[in-house]
């Protein structure tokens, strides 16, 4: 089992940065893949980054390429989402999930665990 937690969502406007964190606890967080996601109002969730245990990349969205980076620290078994040049069309729901069973996965289906989401309103 792994519980996650997201922080960091608020209304900043067009062009601003957000930090966004995942505190999990449960499993050990070094052993799982991590992700993030998010869903617009009327939209499906979709994915946004995925980091290995080990701290590398497995996958950004194309969109956010150069302005997220996707992040972990495995001693304080947290995650993290810092976002740069944030646009309106971001705005939406982001989830961190936990994927425990596969590797190198990035798509919303493959992930078991999820938090509650955080709210990240970017104004025009």
């Known amino acids: 089992q792994v519980q996650l937690v997201e922080s960091g969502g608020r209304l900043v406007q067009a062009g601003g940065s957000l930090r966004l964190s995942c505190a999990a606890s449960?499993?050990?967080?070094?052993?799982?893949?991590m992700g993030w996601f998010r869903q617009a109002p009327g939209k499906e969730r979709e994915s946004v980054a995925a980091i290995r245990r080990t701290g590398t990349i497995i996958y950004y969205k194309d969109s956010v390429k150069g302005r997220f980076t996707i992040s972990r620290d495995n001693v304080k078994n947290t995650m993290y989402l810092q976002m740069n040049s944030l646009k309106p069309e971001e705005t939406a729901v982001y989830y961190c999930?936990?994927?425990?069973?596969?590797?190198?996965?990035?798509?919303?289906?493959?992930?078991?665990?999820w938090g509650q989401g955080t709210q990240v309103t970017v104004s025009s």
């Open positions: 449960g499993r050990t967080f070094s052993t799982y893949s």
């Open positions: 999930a936990a994927d425990v069973d596969g590797v190198d996965r990035w798509r919303v289906d493959e992930y078991d665990y």
